[in-house]
């Protein structure tokens, strides 16, 4: 069974940095592409960045609204996805989904969300 | 940047009674490799979004039957053969053809 559980969510101050884990289970992680997705309260849904396997090359492709802010990475030998979040801002509140993609589609498998309030 | 459009943004429907979701994108979604990678999401009350259709009209495992979904290019549909209470939430088609990848704006479902 293909589990995502995230970790690291809590109220941080504007210009405060976070950083979200997301460990997988259930499939094959190092095969994987591993995507966030985010969700302001009582809105939509947001992409805010994936990563692609280590044997495709690794890379990271972000969102305008937090490129330059936002960095994920990955480390196969933990299963685990993270998202190191800096310069936060009140705008970045919002459930951050970790999303597997195991050969179906980039989106296959979701996490239960971790929240991440951001104010004063 | 494609932009995803959904309509009806809301709709009652009757239980087991149909519904229909379109989808437009502003782009064509056929990606260089031949795929449309355009799929259908399901987001119940307080759940987390789980995949339903994906590549237009693949259900993903676990997905009941009476989930369809049809189309080609910029225009795209899921249909609900009968609705069933289940069902009730938030629909979102996504598209993975291009990043940044992009969602609808979502569709409610709610019983009459």
């Known amino acids: 069974e293909v589990q995502l559980v995230e970790s690291g969510g809590g109220l941080v101050k504007p210009g405060g940095s976070l950083r979200l884990s997301c460990a997988a289970s259930?499939?094959?992680?190092?095969?994987?592409?591993m995507t966030w997705v985010r969700q302001a309260p009582g809105k939509g849904l947001e992409w805010v960045g994936r990563?692609?396997?280590?044997?495709?090359?690794?890379?990271?492709e972000y969102a305008a609204p937090v490129k330059g802010r936002f960095t994920i990475s990955r480390d196969d030998s933990k299963n685990t996805l993270y998202l190191q979040m800096n310069t936060l801002k009140t705008e970045d509140t919002a459930v951050y989904y970790c999303?597997?993609?195991?050969?179906?589609?980039?989106?296959?498998?979701w996490g239960q969300g971790a929240l991440v309030t951001v104010s004063s | 940047d494609i932009v995803m459009t959904q309509t009806p943004l809301s709709s009652p429907v009757t239980l087991g009674q149909p519904a229909s979701i379109s989808c437009r994108s502003s782009?064509?979604?056929?990606?260089?490799?031949?795929?449309?990678?355009l799929s259908w999401l399901q987001q119940r009350p307080g759940q987390p979004p789980r995949l339903l259709i994906y590549?237009?009209?693949n259900r993903f495992s676990g997905v009941p039957d009476r989930f369809s979904g049809s189309g080609a290019g910029t225009d795209f549909t899921l249909k609900i053969s009968r609705v069933e209470a289940e069902d009730v939430g938030v629909y979102y088609c996504?598209?993975?053809?291009?990043?940044?990848?992009?969602f609808g704006q979502g569709t409610k479902v709610e019983i009459k």
């Open positions: 259930g499939f094959t992680f190092s095969d994987a592409w």
């Open positions: 999303v597997a993609g195991v050969g179906f589609t980039p989106l296959d498998y």
């Open positions: 996504t598209q993975a053809t291009q990043l940044p990848w992009t």
């Open positions: 990563v692609i396997t280590k044997t495709g090359g690794g890379t990271a």
């Open positions: 590549k237009i009209s």
């Open positions: 782009q064509s979604l056929v990606h260089s490799d031949g795929n449309t990678y």
